[in-house]
């Protein structure tokens, strides 16, 4: 069984922390990859596309990172055919209905 990717998208280095810790407590055994920002997220997007990186298996995403929005960064991520069907779950502080909706819309499988 190869091991699985996950993309962070988080600025807050506790989140980080603490989801590096979630993972090594139920030993799974996977790579983390985590950037700071829309902006990194959506250069490491152009890297899968132009075939220098290989698509993550599951994208966790923080709405509210600098620079370019989640919202922004779901957008994106619908127009990368290799990261079709890559699960997405929300990972925020807003409780915001629309923000909820418009997760859903752009193809969130999950939000909390």
């Given at each position: ?42 250069q ?26 989640g ?42």
């Open positions: 069984m190869t091991k699985l990717t996950l993309l962070l998208v988080e600025d807050n280095p506790a989140d980080v922390f603490w989801v590096r810790e979630a993972l090594r407590e139920e030993s799974l055994d996977c790579d983390l990859e985590v950037v700071e920002d829309g902006e990194q997220a959506i490491f997007f152009e890297r899968v596309d132009a075939g220098g990186h290989a698509p993550p298996d599951l994208l966790l995403l923080d709405l509210n990172v600098p620079r370019i929005g919202e922004q960064v779901l957008e994106r991520l619908l127009q990368s055919r290799p990261c079709a069907g890559i699960a997405v779950v929300v990972i925020t502080s807003s409780d915001s209905p629309h923000h909820r909706r418009r997760a859903a819309d752009l193809g969130a499988a999950e939000y909390f």
